[in-house]
């Protein structure tokens, strides 16, 4: 039997709650990166064209944002961050949070993708279960003096 899960798109109330979850994944993390404040949080999630998007249940939470193949020609959606508590896995929590996103997104996406630390070994097993694969691409990031003297 399924559990069913209270998932739902955030609101303005949900911003400290919200950020706790966001701050318990860099924890999980080893904490080194900073975590957005509530009023960043609020300035990209409720902005006339938001620039990410996030659903929150009691104990999890995912933001996502459109994601585009130029190779498939599709869409797709992005997910930035899922995090579910410590306490919460193992239920489905997770599952749902994904399942949820498809539902809410609105851009038509035929895809999903993600980033995973490869030493999260459970989150690793829990995305080859759900039928995610390996794209065979390193993330990489510019910020900084070097992302300046680009520009």
Do not use: C
């Not at 039997?1 to 709650?17: E, K, N, W, Y």
């Not at 929150?56 to 498939?72: C, K, L, N, V, W």
């Not at 539902?103 to 995610?132: C, E, I």
Request: proline share 7%; glycine share 8%; no cysteine.
């Amino acid at each position: 039997m399924t559990q069913a899960f209270a998932i739902r798109p955030v609101t303005p109330a949900d911003l400290a709650p919200l950020r706790a979850q966001l701050q318990a994944l860099s924890d999980e993390d080893g904490g080194t990166y900073p975590v957005a404040t509530q009023a960043a949080l609020a300035q990209a999630l409720f902005a006339p064209a938001p620039l990410i998007f996030a659903l929150i249940a009691e104990q999890g939470m995912a933001f996502y944002y459109p994601d585009y193949s130029t190779h498939r020609g599709e869409a797709g959606v992005y997910i930035q961050d899922l995090y579910v508590t410590p306490q919460a896995r193992g239920t489905g929590l997770a599952r749902a949070l994904l399942a949820a996103v498809m539902r809410h997104q609105s851009w038509g996406a035929q895809f999903m993708t993600l980033g995973v630390s490869p030493d999260n070994l459970a989150a690793l097993r829990f995305y080859a279960k759900t039928g995610f694969t390996l794209r065979g691409y390193q993330m990489m990031i510019l910020d900084g003096a070097p992302l300046k003297a680009l520009a």
